[in-house]
């Protein structure tokens, strides 16, 4: 009995003299405070540069992707952390909107250093002058970096115009009823809430208001198409992607259509309207088949293929026109359907892609595309949700009375596309800029961007792929 208690007492005596030790050690201080303010920028930056470094290969086994790839990853993946949670239209939270614009500018800081050599003058002590090879920043990159700047800046700005606007709602999805799910449109993005306005619709003012927001992003939203569509032309062509074409057009198209392209009386618009565009999956996979005709009649009116025209039943003349035409359908289904996913040229670019400058205006271009694109889509909701209160208190008003009509917001119509661009469309030089810098307009009008560098001369194949490939740039 002695020795239990003996035995038991030091136990005891141990466990206190364990818990006085824990006691004792406290954790510092600054371990305290580091894990309640989280990872400090550097660490963050750290970790950024060290994936693209290892190619996003932790193993450091040297399996990882290609540093343009690296980089495109990055700033995609950055968006997507970002911008995924922005379902409403409401200024951006001011952490998230923060983090974009401090490592989006971390990820951008590598164009920078992009140069190309330049023939300087450069004058001696003793007064001889003499030139010498300086370098600046690649043309492209110094042209359109600033452009996508000013997008970036300007649609955080159009969502911040939505702040305090009390007009119209959002209301979760499963608390709407079914007739109100129908209105709102599919149900495939389950994820976005639905909008609601008053019985009546919108007030005049707030109508045109929201009109004139759209107009606002859709001119951002091709201004950034613009940039992505050059870039992508520029890129190369994988040699990847030629070894997987059929040999012919006919192959890649399909009988009917390719009845439907060659035909004497083609119309584009009677072609879109005869194929099947009512899911995005049919709608990639129709332009998936006009960019490898594309190609494929290209390579043979060049005979890139190598192989001899002479026993072709189609002539030169007659594939170089229906390569223009497979260029107009392409155009339209990129301005028609703005939000489909990447075709699979497109795709292959991307990945295959080794030239940095590429991959950062690709990449930043696109994210930018994608938001401007989201943002007009719920503007649109917007939009139809007042267009279905308007027709049920239309129908409901008394006979012989008619609503007010909208007014237009002042300066709404007087901003063209070109104007945004700073592209002057006037031959004669009539059209004038009267803004003497590049600031805000007092009416609310865009703000002017600088030139974008863009081949507007060339056309879809002349800098896909027509005589050589674009040169690849060390």
């Known amino acids: 009995m002695a020795a239990n208690g003996a035995s038991l007492l030091e136990r005891r005596s141990s466990v206190r003299r364990s818990g006085s030790t824990v006691r004792e050690e406290p954790p510092p201080a600054e371990e305290h405070a580091a894990a309640a303010t989280g990872p400090s920028d550097m660490d963050v930056l750290k970790e950024k540069f060290s994936k693209l470094l290892l190619g996003e290969d932790m193993s450091g086994s040297g399996k990882g992707v290609p540093s343009a790839l690296a980089l495109s990853n990055a700033i995609t993946n950055l968006a997507a952390a970002v911008f995924g949670e922005q379902r409403k239209l409401e200024p ?31 004058v001696l002590d003793n007064g001889v002058e003499m030139e010498v090879m300086g ?63 008053p019985p009546n619709g919108l007030p005049p003012a707030s109508r045109a208001w929201i009109q004139h927001q759209k107009e606002l992003v859709n001119q951002v939203l091709k201004a950034a198409m613009a940039i992505n569509a050059n870039c992508l032309m520029e890129m190369a062509i994988p040699e990847c992607y030629l070894e997987s074409l059929p040999k012919n057009g006919r192959v890649s198209l399909g009988d009917a259509l390719y009845r439907n392209i060659t035909d004497v009386e083609f119309d584009p618009d009677e072609f879109l309207s005869s194929v099947d565009l009512t899911s995005e999956h049919k709608i990639c996979d129709l332009k998936d088949r006009i960019e490898a005709s594309v190609i494929i009649w290209n390579r043979k009116v060049h005979n890139k293929d190598g192989k001899s025209a002479w026993g072709s039943a189609v002539s030169q003349e007659k594939r170089e026109q229906f390569e223009e035409r497979a260029q107009t359908l392409l155009l339209i289904i990129k301005h028609r359907f703005p939000g489909i996913p990447q075709s699979t040229l497109d ?17 930043y271009s696109r994210v930018l595309e994608s938001l401007a694109y989201n ?46 661009m700073g592209w002057n469309g006037d031959a004669e030089g009539k059209v004038e800029d009267k803004s003497p810098s590049a600031a805000e307009q007092d009416d609310g009008r865009l703000m002017k961007l600088p030139n974008i560098m863009t081949n507007l001369k060339n056309t879809y194949m002349d800098v896909l792929g027509g005589h050589r490939s674009p040169p690849g740039r060390h």
């Open 347 to 363: 795709i292959a670019k991307i990945q295959e892609n080794r030239d940095v400058g590429f991959a950062i205006l690709e990449s």
């Open 375 to 420: 943002v007009m889509s719920r503007i649109e909701d917007v939009i139809i949700s007042d267009n279905v209160a308007r027709e049920k208190a239309k129908k409901d008003m008394p006979p012989g009375t008619e609503p007010a009509p909208t007014p237009l917001p002042e300066g709404a119509d007087s901003m063209t596309l070109l104007d945004f």
């Open 135 to 197: 370098t600046q920043q690649r043309r492209d990159l110094q042209s359109n970096i600033p452009a996508l700047r000013k997008i970036d800046a300007m649609l955080l700005d159009y969502l911040d115009n939505f702040k305090d606007r009390n007009e119209f709602w959002y209301v979760k999805r499963d608390s709407c009823s079914e007739s109100e799910k129908e209105e709102a449109g599919s149900d495939e993005k389950w994820w976005i809430p639905v909008v609601k306005v």
């Open 92 to 122: 951006m939270a001011p952490d998230r909107k923060a983090r974009w614009k401090k490592e989006v500018g971390w990820l951008l800081s590598v164009a920078d250093h992009i140069v190309e050599f330049i023939a300087k003058k450069q």
